[in-house]
Structures are given as structure tokens and as C-alpha cells.
């Protein structure tokens, strides 16, 4: 009986390896195949090498082995929970079980949150089920110096802290660098593009003629070293050559980092500072976070007087503050985008107006939201998001009470109480928020409404492209 053989050896940065069939004789024996496979040095491991410091690869396959394990172990429970779900017939061929388009990647932790206080639909159940599946992250069982190394990032937990703290990778990098973290997160594309399209917004103020719009669309999809050329090619400069940190990252514990960490921090500084705006005066303004839901003080607000009876409710904790803001729209015939090539982002279905009483002004959205939804061909229950624009706080409860909308999917993102009332922006505010938020949560429609001092209110319904 012929045996089958397979012979490996491994070295440092190379596998050498040859399949062999063996009789019971020399001659019914012979070798069928041989090759091998050579792993390339990193930076690190060639610089030790050529000043005579031992080398291993070791750790860095321990740690890979393990992703490799755990990526099996989820993929094997994933095919076992999807066979279960369909037995069950929880979902079918048709079912989405993930985030359905750009910037949704909270949609499933937002439904994960629901599920442990109220009931969910039984397709977004199995998306529950999938998302605590997913197991991101792993911990090496040997040769980790500490636990930025030895444990994986866990990337949606960074996405999750981008979000919540509006910052970039960039500037989360450096945060994190300047706490003395050596390990750098890894992120979503759709992070890092988003990253690129505010650096290149900002600093195409002072560089329009470099920063074109054909030159955006020739470094889509390039990578570092192709940009790096095409910056050369075009217009003959390259990467900054970073010699050593600037005057203000010098402290006791920079100066003792190695020239590439040091760079390494140069680089994510600059990079930082590329989303900030220049002040007159003083340092760059690093606008990462609305300022307005973070001022509160929650211990005074029960203290508060009412703002117009003695006997009211209204008070300032309750009614929204008077902010800077601002909010940009385009708006154009579809003709027009396909003659311009533009990419609409969402589309005006309707719109519409009612009036009634003065003093009843902060009720009248209730009489215009649902002529627009109407007008659009559309029933009240087709409308996935809503935003109402809060004077006061019982603008958003009230209407929503004459409109029996479901309370979670209005002002979903806060309103005019908690992020502020930029006058003269608040209708462009709610339809911009509301774009967004139909884009996060990979929603088809949205509907809008305001009202105004005069007893009337506008309305608007939307639909995400």
C-alpha cells in the first residue's frame, strides 16, 4: 500500500515543503512535487538583520495562526446559525442580514441596544444574532511584550468610539500616540474615506489649485505609494522628508522614542492638524463634537423657573439654546446631475405647507408632515426616520403624539434641545441630519418638519438614492 507524504520544512522567513508517494520498494516510491514559499523580511526584521541581531517571525505567525483559527470557528458558526434561521424559517434567500449601504455600520448595534429592552422584528433578530456571532479580535497565546501587542483592535469598537466622539482616524492615532500607545488601530474604509474627504474639503480652501476635482477623482482607489507619484507627476513635490518631532511634541518621554516611532508621530500630527481650523489667535480650533449636548448641567435643571407662566413647564433645560451652525445643500433637476455627472445623494419626493391659529403654532407640523407624505404617494407607516424641529421639547412630543409616530425613530440623532438652533439654518440642519441618517441606517425614506412663529409649519419627504 502507497503512502502519501507530505514534508515541510520550516525556517526563519521561508517554508520549504515537497509531496512524496512511497512504496514498499525505492522503486515504487518517487517524489510528485516540490516548491517553496518565501516570506519576505518587514523593515524591522531587515534592519535587524543587516546589523546582526537575531530575527524570528515567530510571534507574528503565532498571532496570524490565531486569526486564522478564529476566522474558521466564526465562518463554521455562522454556516451553523444560517441553517437554523432558515429551518426555522426566521429568514430566507431575500432576508438582509447586514448593514444595507453606506454608513450604516451602527444600524445593528442600535437594533443589538433595542433588542435587550423591547421587541424587534424577527429578521432584525437574526441580524442580532449574526453581530454577536461576529467575534472581532483575538489574544496571541505567546511572545505578546503587552496587550496593545499581544491583543488584536477590535474594530468595531473603534468605529463605535469614532462616532460617538467625532473624530477621524487620524486624530484618534495621535490621541493615542501622545498617550504613549504603540499599537495603531485598524479602521473601515469607509472611515478612512471619510477621513480624506474632510482633510481634502478643508484644505482645498487654501489649495484649490492643486486640490481639483480631477485630481480627487484620479487618486480614488490609489494607494500610498501610487498617490505619492501622482503628486509628483503632476505637480514635481513629494512626501515631507519628517527629519525630527517639532519644538511642541518634545517632552521627557518623546525624546526618547526611535527616529521612525518619532516620525511616526510627526506624521499623525500633521494629519491631525489638517482637519483643524485656523484661529487669528492662538492655537488651530480642532471642531471634533457638537459643543451644545456636552454644556449641561443635569444637576440644575430641576432647579429651573418656568420660562412663561408661573405654573409652566417650559424652561431653558427645555427649550432649545440659540447656537452657531450651518448646513450646506445642492439642489438640482436629475437632468441636470446627468448632464453635470453628479451623483444625487437623495431625492425630493414632496413638500408642503398648513397654517392654522398663532398660538398654535408649535402643533401646526402635524397638519403639514403628513399633506407632504401624502402628496408624495406615500402612507405614514412607509417612512422609516423622522425630524421635527424642537422650539421646545413638547414640539417633538406632542406632534409625535397627533402624528402616533414611534418615538425611536424620530430625532434619532437629538434636536434643536440637545445639539442647538443655529437661526437661519434650521430647515437646512434637520434635512442634512436627516440624509444622513437615512445613509446610516441604509433607510429608504425619510420626512421632515418645522414650524414657524406665525402659526404655520413647512414639511418635506425624501428618499435616499
Not at 40 to 51: R, S
Not at 284 to 297: A, G
Not at 423 to 428: K, Q, R, T
Request: with cysteine.
Amino acid at each position: 500500500m502507497n503512502k502519501r507524504i507530505l514534508g515541510l520544512d520550516l525556517g526563519t522567513n521561508s517554508i520549504g515543503w515537497a509531496y512524496i508517494k512511497e512504496g514498499e520498494n525505492p522503486d515504487q516510491s518517487s517524489i510528485e512535487q516540490i516548491g517553496v514559499r518565501v516570506n519576505p523580511l518587514t523593515v524591522d526584521e531587515q534592519t535587524n538583520f543587516e546589523k546582526g541581531k537575531p530575527l524570528t517571525t515567530n510571534a507574528d505567525r503565532t498571532l496570524k495562526r490565531g486569526a486564522r483559527r478564529n476566522l474558521d470557528r466564526f465562518k463554521l458558526r455562522r454556516e451553523q446559525l444560517l441553517e437554523i434561521l432558515k429551518s426555522s424559517n426566521i429568514i430566507n434567500e431575500e432576508t438582509k442580514l447586514t448593514e444595507d449601504g453606506a454608513n450604516t455600520t451602527h444600524s445593528t448595534w442600535r437594533l443589538r441596544a433595542k433588542a435587550a429592552t423591547e421587541r424587534i422584528e424577527l429578521d432584525e433578530f437574526a441580524r442580532v444574532l449574526f453581530a454577536i456571532n461576529l467575534k472581532r479580535g483575538y489574544k496571541s497565546s505567546r511572545k505578546a511584550k503587552n496587550e496593545d501587542e499581544g491583543q488584536a483592535i477590535d474594530g468595531m469598537a473603534i468605529a463605535k468610539r469614532l462616532y460617538e466622539d467625532k473624530l477621524t482616524p487620524g486624530q484618534l492615532t495621535y490621541h493615542l500616540l501622545q498617550e504613549g500607545k504603540k499599537t495603531v488601530p485598524e479602521f473601515y474604509r469607509s472611515d478612512l474615506q471619510a477621513e480624506f474627504d474632510k482633510i481634502w474639503a478643508i484644505q482645498k480652501r487654501t489649495h484649490s489649485d492643486i486640490l481639483t476635482d480631477e485630481f480627487y477623482k484620479e487618486l480614488q482607489g490609489k494607494g500610498q505609494r501610487a498617490t505619492a507619484a501622482l503628486f509628483w507627476t503632476k505637480y514635481k513635490f513629494n512626501t515631507a522628508d519628517i527629519k525630527d518631532i517639532e519644538d511642541s511634541l518634545k517632552n521627557e518621554q518623546t525624546i526618547k522614542l526611535s527616529n521612525r516611532e518619532k516620525k511616526r508621530l510627526q506624521a499623525y500630527k500633521w494629519r491631525n492638524d489638517a482637519v483643524s481650523i485656523p484661529q487669528r489667535k492662538g492655537d488651530p480650533l480642532i471642531v471634533s463634537r457638537d459643543e451644545e449636548p456636552f454644556s449641561v448641567k443635569f444637576e440644575k435643571i430641576p432647579l429651573l423657573n418656568p420660562a412663561f407662566k408661573k405654573e409652566g413647564t417650559v424652561t431653558a433645560a427645555n427649550a432649545s439654546t440659540m447656537n452657531d451652525g450651518a448646513a450646506a445643500l445642492l439642489m438640482m433637476s436629475k437632468e441636470k446631475a446627468m448632464e453635470l455627472g453628479v451623483k444625487p445623494i437623495a431625492k425630493i419626493l414632496a413638500y408642503a405647507d398648513a397654517e392654522q391659529q398663532p398660538e398654535w403654532f408649535t402643533t401646526t407640523p402635524s397638519l403639514a408632515v403628513p399633506k407632504a407624505v401624502a402628496k408624495a404617494g406615500l402612507n405614514m407607516e412607509d417612512i422609516d426616520f423622522w425630524e421635527l424641529n424642537e422650539a421646545f421639547s413638547v414640539v417633538g412630543i406632542e406632534n409625535t403624539k397627533r402624528m402616533q409616530l414611534d418615538p425611536s425613530k424620530v430625532n434619532v440623532n437629538g434636536g434643536a434641545v440637545s445639539l442647538g438652533h443655529p437661526l437661519g439654518a434650521s430647515g437646512a440642519r434637520i434635512i442634512v441630519t436627516l440624509i444622513h441618517i437615512l445613509k446610516q441606517n441604509g433607510a429608504r425614506y425619510g420626512a421632515a418638519g418645522i414650524c414657524n412663529g406665525g402659526g404655520g409649519a413647512s414639511a418635506m419627504v425624501l428618499e435616499r438614492i
